[in-house]
């Protein structure tokens, strides 16, 4: 059984920096590649960050500079360090995991909720 695992979301004031974390268990970890994605209400789910198996990164425009994927083959997680967070990134933020060898293989975490706000 797949299961992704994400922690680490909460309330952080404008300014203020959070880590995510996913654990992922049931998959061969280093064989995916590792995405951050999120979802604001009444919008679709976007890309934030993706790692790929060879350690490759990407983010989207509008986090380059403020957050950083990473990952831990030996832990079998992915991790999202997020700094100068601001009002509009709060969302829900989920763990993605792609087989780096059939894209439609994909798993997801329940996700986490982040929240910034004064």
């Known amino acids: 059984q797949v299961q992704l695992v994400e922690s680490g979301g909460g309330l952080v004031q404008p300014g203020g920096s959070l880590r995510l974390s996913c654990v992922a268990s049931?998959?061969?970890?280093?064989?995916?590649?590792m995405g951050w994605y999120r979802q604001a209400p009444g919008k679709q789910r976007e890309l934030v960050a993706l790692i790929t198996t060879g350690g490759s990164t990407t983010q989207s425009d509008s986090v380059t500079g403020r957050f950083t994927i990473s990952r831990d083959n030996a832990q079998n997680a992915v991790y999202l360090q997020m700094n100068s967070l601001k009002p509009e990134d709060t969302a829900v933020y989920y763990c993605?995991?792609?087989?780096?060898?059939?894209?439609?293989?994909?798993?997801w975490g329940q996700g986490t909720q982040v929240t910034v706000s004064s």
């Open positions: 993605n995991a792609e087989y780096r060898f059939r894209s439609s293989l994909r798993y």
């Open positions: 049931g998959i061969t970890f280093s064989g995916y590649h």
